[in-house]
């Protein structure tokens, strides 16, 4: 696998470990203890970590300390949550943050706040008594703040926008170990790179962010096998623009491995998945989804009135930790020829070793903010996943760039961080970064993290 060595000292000394042990609350972990394999498994089981500790904060006040001592080592900061994410801890000082896990909702005024380790799960539970829900993405297994400092795009993108343009606050410890409560209009500069550049110039400790109301939904997954993959692709790209913002769907070619979690009907076979979330009315939302269901006969069907509290229907993510590699494209548009170069590269006559190609629509509100990082020009996007099993490892992270690629004519003026690899931004900053976000960034980390002890590989600096 592509990795990017990070500078900093080789090992830490037992003296300096001890002053980190004594500095913070929670659990540190050395290089030789074996509880710091369990500290940093996660869904990704890729991820070959080597970090030179790990802090398992309990706050911000642990998360503060850990990177003062970072910076007094000379090493990089970095953090995990729930290994939902691409990029190892190697060479770091790496803080968890699992273990802060508040969870406030104020129905009143329809706010939630969440420490750094809280999942999407735990909001939905919290949230979903009141009618009042999350911007989460497709799998509520995923960290709220590494998701929404990434921009997340979720099964309401197109009537909410992404979930950072709903944040109202973060608490965020900077790379110079202060601890800040910022807002848009405190630091706005700060702000936007926090919510755009996950953990660029600072690692958040508490998010607090505006909720939407569900009082009804109608959503859930279409599939047809592999011959009705090319109409369903091809029909869905000339339906989807004719929707309301309150309909968001996606479409995706799936390879289902031949294994237990799989539902046996869907078992080692390639299929056509249209997930489906709709804002009102069962009859609305039938009477929208009628001409895809005319496209050809599923072989599943699930879309119905549901509960929010069900979302993780819509996408039908995996929830069993795997080895994978993820790469992906925002999408200025998607017409006829774009499908075609879809098809082409990974279309059920090839064999390539994809779990998923995902084309979402985006258009709407996440075209219309103004805060964060998240490109504003996306009116679709593709995402690719393949297993980073030891006899594909050299095969699919290209692989999965080669689809990409096929629609690098359709590309918008760059990507958001949950959809790019960290390791093809740092090879290839501009995939993520235009010149001016870097200009900001740039800005804001001389500012705020002038020892660079955050942001390594993101930042390919
Ligand atoms: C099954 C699956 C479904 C997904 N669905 C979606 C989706 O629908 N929409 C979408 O937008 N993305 C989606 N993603 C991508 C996901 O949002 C990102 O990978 C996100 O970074 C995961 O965050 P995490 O904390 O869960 O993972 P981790 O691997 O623990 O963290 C990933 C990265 O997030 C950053 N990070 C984590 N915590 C903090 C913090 N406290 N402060 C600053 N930075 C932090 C760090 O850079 C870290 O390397 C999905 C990923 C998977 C595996």
């Given amino acids: 696998m592509t990795e990017l060595g990070v500078p900093g000292a080789a090992l830490a000394t037992d003296a300096a470990l001890a002053a980190l042990r004594g500095a913070v609350t929670g659990p540190v972990f050395g290089p030789d203890d074996v509880g710091l ?11 070959e970590h080597a970090p030179l500790a790990v802090v398992g904060a309990t706050s911000a006040e642990d998360i503060a300390a850990a990177v003062r001592w970072a910076a007094g080592q000379g090493v990089r900061v970095g953090v995990l949550a729930t290994g939902h994410g691409d990029l190892a801890q190697r060479g770091t000082l790496a803080i968890t943050t699992r273990r802060m896990d508040r969870v406030h909702v104020e129905p009143a005024t329809r706010r939630a706040t969440v420490g750094a380790g809280v999942k999407w799960a735990r909001l939905v539970e919290a949230a979903a ?8 993405g497709s799998s509520t297994d995923v960290g709220i703040a590494g998701y929404t400092t990434g921009g997340g795009v979720g099964p309401f993108v197109r009537k ?14 900077t790379g110079d170990g202060e601890i800040r409560d910022v807002t848009a209009a405190s630091d706005p500069e700060l702000f936007d790179v926090v919510l755009g550049g996950k ?8 998010l607090e962010f505006a909720l939407i109301e569900v009082p009804r939904m109608y959503g859930g ?35 289902a491995p031949d294994v237990e979690s799989v539902p046996a009907p869907l078992r080692g076979r390639t299929l056509a998945h249209l997930r489906v979330a709709h804002l009102g009315s069962a009859d609305e939302g039938r009477a929208l989804l009628g001409p895809m269901r005319a496209v050809a006969t599923p072989v599943m069907d ?21 080895p994978f590699w993820a790469d992906g494209c925002f999408l200025a548009d998607l017409d006829a020829d774009a499908v075609d170069a ?24 996440a075209e219309r903010g103004t805060r964060g990082l998240a490109p504003r020009d996306a009116r679709f996007m593709v995402g690719v996943v393949g297993p980073l099993v030891p006899a594909l490892r050299e095969v699919v992270p290209a692989v999965a760039r080669g689809v990409v690629e096929a629609l690098t004519p359709w590309a918008a003026s760059r990507t958001g961080l949950n959809w790019v690899n960290p390791y093809a931004v740092a090879a290839r900053p501009e995939l993520a970064w235009s010149p001016v ?15 660079g002890v955050l942001g390594a590989v993101r930042l390919g600096v």
């Fill in 37 to 47: 394999v369990t500290e940093l498994a996660g869904f990704n089981l890729a991820l």
């Fill in 129 to 136: 008594p009141y009618g009042l829900a999350g911007l989460n």
């Fill in 160 to 173: 909410y926008g992404y979930a950072s343009d709903r944040v109202r606050r973060v608490r965020v410890v």
């Fill in 199 to 206: 953990d660029a110039v600072g690692i958040v400790a508490e």
């Fill in 221 to 255: 997954g279409l599939m047809w096998g592999a011959a009705d993959i090319p109409a369903v692709l091809r029909a869905w790209q000339e339906w989807a623009p004719t929707l309301p913002e309150e309909m968001t769907t996606s479409v995706a070619i799936l390879r």
């Fill in 302 to 322: 699930t879309v119905d009135e549901m509960s929010y509290a069900a979302i993780d229907a819509v996408h039908m993510d995996p929830t069993d930790p795997m």
């Fill in 342 to 365: 879809v098809l082409a590269a990974a279309g059920p006559q090839q064999e390539i070793p994809l779990i998923l190609v995902e084309l979402r629509h985006l258009a709407g509100a």
């Fill in 437 to 451: 976000e870097r200009r900001r960034i740039e800005a804001v980390r001389r500012r705020v993290d002038p020892h």
